[in-house]
Every structure is written in structure tokens, then in C-alpha cells.
């Protein structure tokens, strides 16, 4: 029988500032630092919900809706959404906070993870316990994103 997993037991948050090296010349994160930062979160998740290593098979999706500026604290929140037999999908959500507390999200990202054995080869992921209706519709949502990838391989796209 296939072993089920909570997303709480993967969920993991991380927590950067944004420092000058890190920032472009309008002193505002660089996109691809931030997609580091991104990956590195994703992996976690991953490896936490698999139990063995993972490899990024795609970012399915990446958007920019607030900068983050230099001084700011960010902080990087990711869960596992959706998984097939191998493949696991994760958000992980992007959010400047302010001194107050006070948070604005800048990015939110779905990034697809094959689990891995000690060949590089695929290896099965345990099932997903869906614990509440929000993540139910995130369930429901990662199948239709499954769906669109699958036929945007199909068409080459």
C-alpha cells in the first residue's frame, strides 16, 4: 500500500534579506536570485514529502507581482500541491515583510519535482493527505496544471 503524507509535513518556509549583492541597479532583487532562492525552498519540500532526493523537472509557473527592494526581509513559503506516482508539484510563495509585520506577496511559483534514487532514476512518492478545502481546490488546480503540461509537451510547445 502506498504510504500517504500530510502537506504539513513538508511545508517549509525560509527566510532571506535582501542584501546589495542580491539587487540590481534599481536596488531590487534580481529575478534569478530570487528563482535560486525559489528552487532551493521547492527542493526541501520535495525531499521532505519523497524521503530521497529530487531534481527540478520544470517551473511550471513564475510571477513577478511586487518588487523586493534591498533592506527588505522576504520570506519564501512552500507546500507540496499536487503529486503523481513520481512527480510532485509545489507553490512556493514569495512575500516582503515589513518591520511592522505587515507582508506583500512579490512572487508566486509551481515548480514540478521527480523523486530520484541513488541511480538517478524516477522512484514512486507517497500519496497526499488533503486536510482542508483550500488544498483540495489546489489539488483540483494541479491537475489541470498537470494537464496543460502534459499537452504542452505533446504539441512541442
Avoid at 511550471?60 to 508539484?89: H, N, Q, W
Avoid at 508566486?108 to 483550500?134: K, M
Wanted: aromatic share 6%.
Amino acid at each position: 500500500m502506498r504510504q500517504m503524507k500530510r502537506t504539513a509535513d513538508s511545508r517549509t518556509e525560509q527566510v532571506q534579506i535582501v542584501l546589495p549583492q542580491h539587487a540590481n541597479s534599481a536596488k531590487r532583487l534580481f529575478g534569478g536570485m530570487l528563482m535560486e532562492w525559489i528552487d532551493v525552498v521547492a527542493a526541501v519540500v520535495a525531499r521532505r514529502h519523497a524521503g530521497t532526493e529530487v531534481t527540478t523537472a520544470c517551473i511550471d509557473t513564475l510571477r513577478f507581482d511586487a518588487p523586493a527592494k534591498v533592506g527588505e526581509t522576504i520570506l519564501l513559503v512552500g507546500c507540496i500541491t499536487y503529486v503523481g506516482r513520481t512527480s510532485m508539484e509545489v507553490r512556493v510563495d514569495t512575500y516582503s515583510e515589513a518591520l511592522d509585520g505587515r507582508r506583500e506577496r512579490v512572487n508566486r511559483a509551481y515548480l514540478v519535482l521527480v523523486a530520484i534514487d541513488g541511480r538517478g532514476n524516477p522512484q514512486e512518492v507517497p500519496g497526499l493527505l488533503l486536510a482542508s478545502d483550500e488544498e483540495r481546490e489546489e489539488w483540483k488546480a494541479g491537475e489541470k496544471r498537470r494537464a496543460l503540461r502534459r499537452q504542452r509537451r505533446e504539441e512541442k510547445y
